[in-house]
């Protein structure tokens, strides 16, 4: 089972290899849940998340990945907040911070909120969040070590210090003894919370949640689509991507199965096309029918049994089409799944990982462009369109990283002794 986990400060770095079950990923920011579901996990827990300097988990991403049937569980930080918002759509809450926060008890963001280190230290806090501070006065009231009127007073001054600044000193203030004794018993109520959903992803044995119906704005599409553009392929997939590109028959197949899933994943709006761009595809159509006269165009819609109105409805079709498919984000990470559900992506990542093992060696060949793509086209008979869609679904902005791979390309079939046909050829690859 597949289950990603966003946490930072909340946890102690160690907490993974104790769970090697989970995929441990840094604090939520915006878009990350919404990559997150396009996995399609099991189940997502959030227990830290960014704020302030960066933009937050949005709510509307978490429902995408309830709409998908995907539990999404909070707890402890972010989790928390966002669990105690959007219980009533299904996400999973855990820990008393989440029922604090559902309850009215707790309201303020300052409450989880924390300043902590890199991540390269493993998120070390530099401060306490106040949830923390409450949860060790109140232990102290059970140890007999303060009142609960003292508690009380010392919750307020606490509270009056910002989360940039309430470490121990700063929010007990005065209470030296009070701060010795913290020292050794302050309660991580953050760190209870979040090893409680640890617990909850993996035992919650509850059915998934059925799709629920989920409202695709404009305005989540174009976040969605930045989203998507931000994501981070590993090495590992670049090259399997680099290895598909350079068989065109291959990539075409896989590319029709693509372009259907990310339509599917983008689950457009049906809001109707601006004048532009039914003209747009208007003229499209005339360049590519040779309707360039009135005349020529009338009886094109004679033969085809459209007159003005019904033309207009296929173009606007036509217009929602491109609109979608342009908004739909990238098409790589859909590339990848269909070469992964096709059993062609190992084979891809064997001859990817062969080829650089022979070009290590450092040996190196100057070739000018134009022979490459000449060399090149000997396996785009069928697809001379093959290069423009390369660009565009990896989203190129010249021919230099074309060129570069050619090269690569071209030298691993001379190394292999393949001749101009090599390895890469459809036939042999996979």
């Known amino acids: 089972m597949s289950r990603i986990v966003f946490a930072g400060p909340s946890l102690p770095p160690d ?19 919404y990559k997150a579901a396009l996995e399609n996990p099991d189940a997502i827990g959030i227990v830290d998340g960014y704020f302030e300097g960066v933009p937050s988990v949005w709510h509307k991403e978490i429902l995408f990945a309830l709409s998908h049937g995907i539990p999404v569980f909070g707890a402890a930080s972010m989790g928390a907040l966002r669990a105690a918002e959007l219980d009533v759509h299904g996400m999973i809450g855990v820990g008393a911070i989440y029922e604090a926060y559902r309850d009215g008890v707790y309201e303020d963001d300052d409450e989880v909120a924390v300043l902590h280190g890199p991540a390269e230290a493993g998120f070390p806090a530099v401060t306490v969040p106040m949830v923390n501070v409450r949860a060790t006065l109140d232990a102290a009231v059970d ?16 509270k009056a210090v910002h989360y940039k600044d309430r470490t ?3 929010a007990l203030a005065g209470a030296s003894d009070l701060i010795d004794w913290a020292s050794d018993n302050a309660v991580d109520q953050k760190r209870v919370d979040a090893l409680a959903l640890l617990t909850a992803i993996k035992d919650d044995l509850r059915d998934r949640p059925a799709d629920q119906d989920f409202s695709w704005t404009y305005a989540f599409q174009r976040a969605a689509r930045a989203w998507s553009n931000a994501i981070p392929a590993s090495n590992e997939d ?9 068989q065109p028959t291959l990539y075409a197949q896989l590319r029709v199965a693509a372009r259907l899933r990310r339509l599917a994943d983008a689950e457009p709006t ?7 761009a039914l003209l747009s595809i208007l003229d499209k159509t005339r360049r590519d029918q040779g309707l360039f006269s009135r005349s020529v ?3 094109w819609l ?9 033309l207009e409805r296929v173009l606007a079709g036509a217009a929602r089409l491109s609109d979608t498919e342009r908004g739909a984000g990238p098409l790589a990470p859909h590339l990848l799944a269909e070469a992964k559900l096709t059993g062609v992506y190992a084979k891809l990542r064997t001859r990817a990982e062969d080829k650089a093992r022979r070009l290590e060696a450092g040996v190196s060949e100057s070739v000018l462009p134009p022979v490459l793509l000449a060399w090149f086209e000997q ?12 660009r565009v679904d990896f989203d190129l902005a010249d021919n230099d990283t074309i060129y570069r791979v050619l090269a690569d390309e071209h030298l691993y079939c001379r190394l292999c002794g393949d001749g101009d046909e090599g390895p890469g050829n459809d036939g042999n690859a996979v």
Do not use: C, Y
């Open 302 to 310: 004679a033969e085809n049994g459209l007159d003005e109105a019904g």
């Open 15 to 33: 907490i993974a290899a104790e769970h090697s079950d989970i995929d441990f990923r840094p604090p939520a920011r915006q878009g990350d849940v």
């Open 297 to 299: 165009l009338d009886e």
């Open 270 to 276: 049906a809001r109707l096309p601006d004048r532009a």
């Open 379 to 390: 396996r785009m008979v069928d697809h001379r369109d093959h290069l423009d869609h390369w």
């Open 238 to 246: 670049n090259a399997v991507l680099v290895e598909l590109a350079l």
């Open 143 to 158: 140890a007999g070590v303060i009142s609960r009127a003292e508690a009380d007073k010392h919750t307020a001054a606490a």
């Open 168 to 170: 121990w000193a700063a």
